[in-house]
């Protein structure tokens, strides 16, 4: 679902009919941009779209002193039928987006407490500020604004202050999240380094160890070997064609 156009047909099916301009001041009096994805720079574009469309009729083009012409627009029955069809995909659809903040709270192990407390405390005061806006928008209501628009406007407010809840709720506990970091930080790290020293320990006590006639001692470095003692059998001047094995006592 398209909201520029929603915004547009839904705009000239209430007001009647209106040149770009127009429609642009009543998005920003509406504040659509704090509500809406719909953004006033958008609305120009919109128009000619709608208009190669047919859902839109210029009507007439006006020009007044040495103000560029400006074309006013009317909706046309087919646009009305695509004005119902936008409006009724819009009731229908039950849309809660996943918030990246979500995911990057899951992946933030490593932070330290003082540097997320920074980013939420930051947070906090961005949805201030548009909660602020809101006050004021509600505050300075216009002659022609409807109940329906009080509940939009009350809508996005309530949504507000369900985000301002839960970012004070993580600022509660930033510092159990910072304590949840450390251990994992820490089970890693215990378990890379005892496996390492196990393993070199292990290969010390256990390897497999030869000698050959000159009284050289090799290592075989395995785990897991017998301990044993291989000899070349090779005695002064003789051939040594026999090799005898001795168990060697630790």
Same mark, same amino acid.
């Given at each position: 679902?398209?909201?520029?156009?929603?915004?547009?047909?839904?705009?000239?099916?209430?007001?009647?009919?209106?040149?770009?301009?127009?429609?642009?001041?009543?998005?920003?009096?509406?504040?659509?941009?704090?509500?809406?994805?719909?953004?006033?720079?958008?609305?120009?574009?919109?128009?000619?779209?709608?208009?190669?469309?047919?859902?839109?009729?210029?009507?007439?083009?006006?020009?007044?002193?040495?103000?560029?012409?400006?074309?006013?627009?009317?909706?046309?029955?087919?646009?009305?039928?695509?004005?119902?069809?936008?409006?009724?995909?819009?009731?229908?659809?039950?849309?809660?987006?996943?918030?990246?903040?979500?995911?990057?709270?899951?992946?933030?192990a490593d932070l330290d407490e003082d540097t997320l407390r920074g980013y939420?405390?930051?947070?906090?005061?961005?949805?201030?500020?548009? *909660?602020?806006?809101?006050?004021?928008?509600?505050?300075?209501?216009?002659?022609?604004?409807?109940?329906?628009?009080?509940?939009?406007?009350?809508?996005?407010?309530?949504?507000?202050?369900?985000?301002?809840?839960?970012?004070?709720?993580?600022?509660?506990?930033?510092?159990?999240?910072?304590?949840?970091?450390?251990?994992?930080?820490?089970?890693?790290?215990?378990? *890379?380094?005892?496996?390492?020293?196990?393993?070199?320990?292990?290969?010390?006590?256990?390897?497999?160890?030869?000698?050959?006639?000159?009284?050289?001692?090799?290592?075989?470095?395995?785990?897991?070997?017998?301990?044993?003692?291989?000899?070349?059998?090779?005695?002064?001047?003789?051939?040594?064609?026999?090799?005898?094995?001795?168990?060697?006592?630790?």
């Amino acid at each position: 679902m398209n909201p520029t156009r929603l915004f547009v047909l839904g705009a000239l099916a209430r007001r009647g009919p209106m040149y770009g301009h127009q429609l642009r001041r009543h998005a920003r009096v509406d504040r659509a941009d704090l509500w809406s994805d719909v953004r006033p720079g958008s609305l120009y574009s919109a128009l000619h779209r709608l208009e190669a469309e047919g859902l839109i009729d210029p009507l007439r083009t006006e020009k007044s002193g040495n103000l560029p012409a400006r074309t006013v627009y009317a909706i046309t029955p087919e646009g009305r039928q695509e004005l119902r069809a936008l409006r009724s995909e819009a009731l229908g659809e039950v849309r809660l987006r996943p918030d990246p903040v979500d995911l990057a709270l899951a992946v933030s192990a490593d932070l330290d407490e003082d540097t997320l407390r920074g980013y939420v405390e930051d947070r906090i005061g961005a949805l201030s500020a548009q *909660r602020t806006q809101f006050d004021h928008h509600r505050d300075r209501a216009w002659p022609d604004q409807t109940v329906a628009d009080d509940l939009v406007t009350e809508h996005a407010r309530m949504r507000i202050d369900a985000e301002l809840g839960w970012h004070k709720m993580v600022l509660d506990r930033i510092d159990k999240l910072a304590a949840d970091g450390t251990d994992q930080t820490d089970g890693r790290t215990d378990g *890379r380094s005892d496996g390492h020293a196990d393993g070199h320990a292990d290969g010390r006590i256990d390897g497999t160890t030869r000698t050959d006639g000159t009284g050289s001692v090799h290592s075989g470095g395995r785990g897991g070997g017998t301990g044993s003692v291989h000899s070349g059998g090779r005695g002064g001047g003789g051939t040594g064609g026999t090799s005898a094995r001795s168990r060697t006592p630790l």
